[in-house]
């Protein structure tokens, strides 16, 4: 079984500034993907960014990074000139590359960003 | 936002009551799921389809039942609702890439 832990329960940055949320996971396998959500306030849940794990090469989208440290185990996600529609919660995501496409997920960091 | 929608968004129904929380999309999506999540917690898997007639109990239990008569519709039963019920349902699907399509999400409250 696969697990997922997020460390940072609620975290708060200011307007412009750079945050890195904190992801670790444990499993025995070898092919899978992470990924991390947000969902705002109230909001749909959306796809931040993914990353495969044969992937060496870091993912980025926009202003939205990883850093995927496999032998860690470790998968944090950096913000970087934060908005305030960055304000929601995140979730890191485990999916073992198989039929079934299910995610087990992080308990989430709630995110603050204060102008 | 992605093509998957739910009805009722938001729904109070006393103790002893029947519901169905609706969910479809328009993607054509085979593989679709519901979760469970509690205000600000992590999300718990509580059905899982392949496709049609195809149905799976997730990791969480769950007194609830699904079905799957239509790629497009993953529709949630429950047949006797209690106050332990009240939560939020998250319906998904996932198409060629992997990625999960989420839909707003129905907010139960059972009294």
Known sequence: AQTVTQSQPEMSVQEAETV????TYDTSENNYYLFWYKQPP???M????????YKQQNATENRFSVNFQKAAKSFSLKIS????GDTAMYFCAFMVNNAGNMLTFGG?????VKP | EADIYQTP??????TGKKITLECSQTMGHDKMYWYQQDP?????????????????KGDLSSESTVSRIRTEHFPLTLESARPSHTSQYLCASTGPTDEQYFGPGTRLTVT
């Open chain 1, 20 to 23: 890195t949320l904190s992801c």
């Open chain 1, 42 to 44: 109230s909001r749909q």
């Open chain 1, 46 to 53: 959306i796809l931040v960014i993914r990353q495969e794990a």
């Open chain 1, 81 to 84: 000139d934060s908005q305030l």
């Open chain 1, 108 to 112: 989430g960091t709630r995110l603050m």
């Open chain 2, 9 to 14: 968004r938001y729904l109070v129904i006393g």
């Open chain 2, 40 to 56: 600000g917690m992590e999300l718990h898997l509580i059905h899982y389809s392949y496709g049609v007639n195809s149905t799976e």
